[in-house]
T-cell receptor, first 115, second 116 residues
Framework: AQKVTQAQTEISVVEKEDVTLDCVYETRDTTYYLFWYKQPPSGELVFLIR??????QNEISGRYSWNFQKSTSSFNFTITASQVVDSAVYFC????????????FGKGTMLLVSP | DAGVTQSPTHLIKTRGQQVTLRCSPK?????VSWYQQALGQGPQFIFQ???????QRGNFPDRFSGHQFPNYSSELNVNALLLGDSALYLC???????????????FGSGTQLSVL
């Protein structure tokens, strides 16, 4: 069975600090997909990134970067120079190749960025 | 281009009642998935509809049922409501492209269901 663990329940930082959100996953599949979603107070889940299991290159998109390490089954997310607008709940999710786009989510990490 | 829309936004029901939630997928999408998100938890997969049929189902009882219409919109029905059914119900749409099922999901803002 697949599982996603986000050990950090809540993180508080001051604006402009860098912050890393941890994600550890478990799966028996060799082909799978990893995702990060952002959930602002409005409730809608906003897609941030999808990474397949064969692509271990780190990715950077503006202030966001992701570190995928198969050896430790981790897919961590770093926000550089955090801003108040980054305050939200962030979810890591896993989809196996046979999952027809069904996602298994972690419990989420609430990020609070204060001015 | 409208995204995923859900109705109603909020709903209050009492135990034992039945409820119907509605979802219109993003324009061009043909697959609808439903997720339940309890307070402080991550979303949990309920089921997925494609070509008007339930294609996959998560670990939810038969009290949870659904339907997909020819225009790809979908309904989620919950019978005999329990207090534990109180949650945010999220609808997500996607587009199947050949063998590529794992496209990113587009989520709606959800329906907040409170069961008293």
């Amino acid at each position: 069975a697949q599982k996603v663990t986000q050990a950090q329940t809540e993180i508080s930082v001051v604006e402009k600090e860098d912050v890393t959100l941890d994600c550890v996953y478990e799966t028996r599949d060799t082909t799978y997909y990893l995702f990060w979603y952002k959930q602002p107070p409005s409730g809608e889940l906003v897609f941030l990134i999808r990474r397949n299991s064969f692509d271990e290159q780190n990715e950077i998109s503006g202030r966001y970067s992701w570190n995928f390490q198969k050896s430790t089954s981790s897919f961590n997310f770093t926000i550089t120079a955090s801003q108040v607008v980054d305050s939200a709940v962030y979810f890591c999710a896993l989809s196996e190749s046979s999952g027809y786009s069904t996602l298994t989510f972690g419990k989420g990490t609430m990020l609070l960025v204060s001015p | 281009d409208a995204g995923v829309t859900q109705s109603p936004t909020h709903l209050i029901k009492t135990r034992g009642q039945q409820v119907t939630l509605r979802c219109s997928p993003k324009s061009g999408h043909d697959t609808v998935s439903w997720y339940q998100q309890a307070l402080g938890q991550g979303p949990q997969f309920i089921f997925q509809y494609y070509e008007e049929e339930e294609r996959q189902r998560g670990n939810f009882p038969d009290r949870f049922s659904g339907h997909q219409f020819p225009n790809y919109s979908s309904e989620l029905n919950v019978n005999a409501l329990l207090l534990g059914d109180s949650a945010l119900y999220l609808c997500a749409s996607s587009l199947v492209q050949g063998e590529r099922h794992n496209e990113k999901l587009f989520f709606g803002s959800g329906t907040q269901l409170s069961v008293l």
